[in-house]
Antibody, heavy 119, light 110 residues
Framework: QVQLQESGPGLVKPSGTLSLTCAVSGGSISSSNWWSWVRQPPGKGLEWIGE???????NYNPSLKSRVTISVDKSKNQFSLKLSSVTAADTAVYYC????????????WGQGTLVTVSS | QSALTQPASVSGSPGQSITISCTGTSSDVGSYKLVSWYQQHPGKAPKLMIYEVSKRPSGVSNRFSGSKSGNTASLTISGLQAEDEADYYCCSYAGSSTLVFGGGTKLTVL
């Protein structure tokens, strides 16, 4: 059973950089799946942030592309998210998820972690 | 790339059937058989209910079904049960290796 666990600071200052890591267990990050980040502002809907393949190939949401970097560390079986120049609008629960390759759906999700942007 | 359109809320009584619509464009829902649906209970992570428009993952009740016509996908829940009360989100491939979610629908079981 694949499990994903997000970790990182729960509070980030405005204009700073949000950094999160997703540890994958029960499966290899070098499998044929893509690995995604999805966020959900409090009381609002889901937003896809972007994805990465174990080769390092990435795809990003065009609305966030200029501020997002997703990377992978195969030795630690984990992948990471960096979101720069954050504002209060970036306050959200951030989920990592496994995406089934070529079918574009998420079959495993982390529990999510709340990141608040505030001074 | 705009969010897919879902009704803000739907409701039904136990045992009834309800349908949640998800309207996109010819650039996303209308062009690909790559629509998925997620159920989310308060404070929990989303759970996959339907993928590739109408396929059900192992373990998901056959009371949940999906379909698509043109630019609109639909999720139908038959024989409503109290535990079906949750938020539901559709998601579609939108071309150029991107994904788009719907705004979400709150299902109330009366």
């Amino acid at each position: 059973q694949v499990q994903l666990q997000e970790s990182g600071p729960g509070l980030v200052k405005p204009s700073g950089t949000l950094s999160l890591t997703c540890a994958v267990s029960g499966g290899s990050i070098s499998s044929s799946n893509w690995w995604s980040w999805v966020r959900q502002p409090p009381g609002k809907g889901l937003e896809w942030i972007g994805e990465i393949f174990h080769s390092g190939s990435t795809n990003y949401n065009p609305s966030l592309k200029s501020r997002v970097t997703i990377s992978v560390d195969k030795s630690k079986n984990q992948f990471s998210l960096k979101l720069s120049s954050v504002t209060a609008a970036d306050t959200a629960v951030y989920y990592c998820a496994r995406e089934v390759s070529s079918s574009w759906y998420f079959d495993y999700w982390g529990q999510g972690t709340l990141v608040t942007v505030s001074s | 790339q705009s969010a897919l359109t879902q009704p803000a809320s739907v409701s039904g009584s136990p045992g009834q059937s309800i349908t949640i619509s998800c309207t996109g464009t010819s650039s996303d829902v209308g062009s690909y058989k790559l629509v998925s649906w997620y159920q989310q209970h308060p404070g929990k992570a989303p759970k996959l209910m339907i993928y590739e428009v109408s396929k059900r993952p192992s373990g998901v009740s056959n009371r949940f079904s999906g379909s698509k016509s043109g630019n609109t996908a639909s999720l139908t829940i038959s024989g409503l049960q109290a535990e079906d009360e949750a938020d539901y989100y559709c998601c579609s491939y939108a071309g150029s290796s991107t994904l788009v979610f719907g705004g979400g629908t709150k299902l109330t079981v009366l």
